[in-house]
């Protein structure tokens, strides 16, 4: 083998890792699909507390919601798993993320709150702050700096809700969930099909 | 400096086959069709190539159904990651003892 022919090996190698590393991007579901749930049990649950509403069921509400939504989350995330035409290495560790971002979630919301550790109110802004931890990785994962900075939108939402707290928390945190969780899913589900379309 | 070409592996010395196993070495494991895409080859070319690198066992292969239609997965194996990468040191080898 001539060393041009191994230069052009090499370049042909590099192109074809580069082409699949791009593929590397979240197709931005399960951001959507959370940000619609938890957008939606925030209104809930503000209502129920604004009109006296079985206020006592707030916390049923949500383990609810929560538990059928990661069912139905596993089983979104099993369908696209066996219909996808390529899995990668990335995606794999931000599922994991996302998943163990997931059960931390859970205990601070229910565990936390339950076990009266800490007032209730104060569950959004804990969760607010290790969104912006899940952002800010997944963000470097996926090497998308528009989404890494989201975290900072999460963290300065935080500390607002830590030190402003009340009943109007909730409806800081559902429009956080929109601005900083749907759009940017949206986002990410544009760009993946637009990648798989180059790509296809 | 002297280099040995008969350090070349010959199962992944090939442009297609060089070029699946850059696809799989960036993914967990990829769909034939997705595969078909990305090396430009037909159905029969590229199954005579992934069944040479599957029985050097540098790929592994898994077959499911999905919808009733049967989807071909494919995956690099350690004993592939680690001939990819000695071919790649062969290449650069290779242009290095060129240039002195």
Known sequence: MESKQAELELSLIKKMMEDTRKLNIDNGIHYIFWGILVALGLLINYLMLVFKFYTKYIGFVWLV???SGAVADILIGKYQSKRSKVSTYAGRILTSLWLASGVAMFIYGFVGSFSGAYNPIFICPVIATSLGISYFTSGSIQQLGWLRSVSFGWWAGAIV???FPGIHTLLIFAIMIIM?????GLLLNKKSKELFTENA | MNYDYQQIDDVIHSRIRTAIMAVLVGTDEAEFNFLKEKVNATDGNLSVHLKKLEHAGYVSVKKLFV??????????TSKGYKAF????????????SNKK
């Open chain 1, 65 to 67: 919601m929560m538990v």
């Open chain 1, 161 to 163: 809700m830590f030190v």
């Open chain 1, 180 to 184: 900083l969780q749907i759009v940017p």
């Open chain 2, 67 to 76: 919808d009733r239609k049967p989807v071909s997965k494919y995956k690099i």
């Open chain 2, 85 to 96: 990468e000695n071919y790649i040191n062969n290449l650069e080898n290779i242009i290095k």
